[in-house]
T-cell receptor
Framework: AQSVTQPDIHITVSEGASLELRCNYS??????LFWYVQSPGQGLQLLLK??????LVQGIKGFEAEFKRSQSSFNLRKPSVHWSDAAEYFC???????????FGTGTRLQVTL | DSGVTQTPKHLITATGQRVTLRCSPR?????VYWYQQSLDQGLQFLIQ???????AKGNILERFSAQQFPDLHSELNLSSLELGDSALYFC?????????FGSGTRLTVV
């Protein structure tokens, strides 16, 4: 069975500081990995995805993530956080592009000015 | 606008009642997925339809059912509602390269 662990429930960073959100997955084959962001009361917006190829993936809003198979990780990074990045971030794993996603429990990001 | 349309956006109903949530996928997307987001359970996969056929089933209660129609829109039916069914229900659609989520239906059972 596939699973996702996001060990950090809540992270606070100062505006302009760098950010790394952790994600570890469990899946027996090559995973399809995603990061989504959810603002309060809103839906889920796709930040980036990894299917294959280059293990460093660029996404929207200046985010990137690196797939590390040896560590079963897919951490999300941003070099300089903006106050508007405050939201909840979800990592997800799937078996393919037409299969269900399994989500982590999310990391709530707070940005201080 | 993600292209996935969910209606209604908000729904308040009483325990024991039945409601229907509707989802229209992006044009051309054949797969529709339903997810439930609650504070205690997080984001849980409920069910997937592909071109009208049930493809996968997750943690969906027997009181819940879904279908996908020939025009590819989908409906999630929730019956004998309980307080614990209060949640945000998301629909997503996909074809090929990934998933797009709708903005969700917030269901409050009182």
């Amino acid at each position: 069975a596939q699973s996702v662990t996001q060990p950090d429930i809540h992270i606070t960073v100062s505006e302009g500081a760098s950010l790394e959100l952790r994600c570890n997955y469990s899946y027996g084959a090559t995973p399809y990995l995603f990061w989504y962001v959810q603002s309060p009361g809103q839906g889920l917006q796709l930040l980036l995805k990894y299917f294959s190829g280059d293990t460093l993936v660029q996404g929207i809003k200046g985010f990137e993530a690196e797939f590390k198979r040896s560590q079963s990780s897919f951490n999300l990074r941003k070099p300089s956080v903006h106050w508007s990045d405050a939201a909840e971030y979800f990592c997800a794993v799937g078996a393919g592009t037409a299969s269900k996603l399994t989500f982590g429990t999310g990391t709530r990001l707070q940005v201080t000015l | 606008d993600s292209g996935v349309t969910q209606t209604p956006k908000h729904l308040i109903t009483a325990t024991g009642q039945r409601v229907t949530l509707r989802c229209s996928p992006r044009s051309g997307d054949l797969s529709v997925y339903w997810y439930q987001q609650s504070l205690d359970q997080g984001l849980q996969f409920l069910i997937q339809y592909y071109n009208g056929e049930e493809r996968a089933k997750g943690n969906i209660l027997e009181r819940f059912s879904a279908q996908q129609f020939p025009d590819l829109h989908s409906e999630l039916n929730l019956s004998s509602l309980e307080l614990g069914d209060s949640a945000l229900y998301f629909c997503a659609s996909s074809v090929g390269s990934g998933y797009t989520f709708g903005s969700g239906t917030r269901l409050t059972v009182v």
